[in-house]
């Protein structure tokens, strides 16, 4: 019989593609949820409440690979935290695979902070880890963009770089890692290309057929600054082999 892996943020963007993968590679899978779902495709669900801890414990239960992906604008520390200490009672767990975000410790955004707290847990837990950091992903730098081109004239942020990555392209490399063994803090994971905020806007515009006058704006504080800085890139690491434009022409992108 195969071990099973948990997986906590199975049903949202990353874990969609994530799950069919290790279910592909023979996997038993059981999957987080918020509420109670009838069992689907070889998955198991169980109705879990990370931000309290409530029915951990359970869906802990025999549990060997851990991968951690829910989050969300706040909270991942105090999720994280009460994942890691239900893991330890658990004492079945021998892998456990998180997903940061590249300048997680370098960005003084709350997400980022959270972010870096939260891979702070996981290495002092004691339990064998895995973490990955990778760019916003493609359907972020859309959101992003196509909130901003809402205003009749678009803000403009000057020196703001994303290295946009795809989900798919994370998913794929989230499963090797949960299928291999504890590896650490793995290298980065960005995309193909380094685009500045205007590059981005100007692919959403030119995808949905719109023009916008630009009203260039600067960043400040320590915020601006770490942007500016590139704190937030990682120059070095591998690569995704999806760009920013064919995710736009994948989308049915409307205004």
Known sequence: MSSTILVTGGTGLLGAQVVPILRRAGCTVRVLSRHDREPADGVRYVAVDLMTGKGLDAALSGVSTVLHLAGGPKGDDV???NLVQAAQRAGSVEHLVLISVVGADAVPVG??????????????SGIPYTILRAAQFHELALKTVRAMAKAPVLPAPGGIRWQPVASGDVAVRLAELTLGAPAGRVSDLVGPRVYTLEELQRGYLAAVGKRRMRLPIRVPGKIGKAYRSGANLSLDAPVGSHTWEEFLTAQAVDS
């Open 111 to 124: 997400y980022f902070a959270r972010k870096a707290a939260a891979e702070k847990i996981v290495a002092a």
């Open 79 to 81: 999720s994280t935290r």
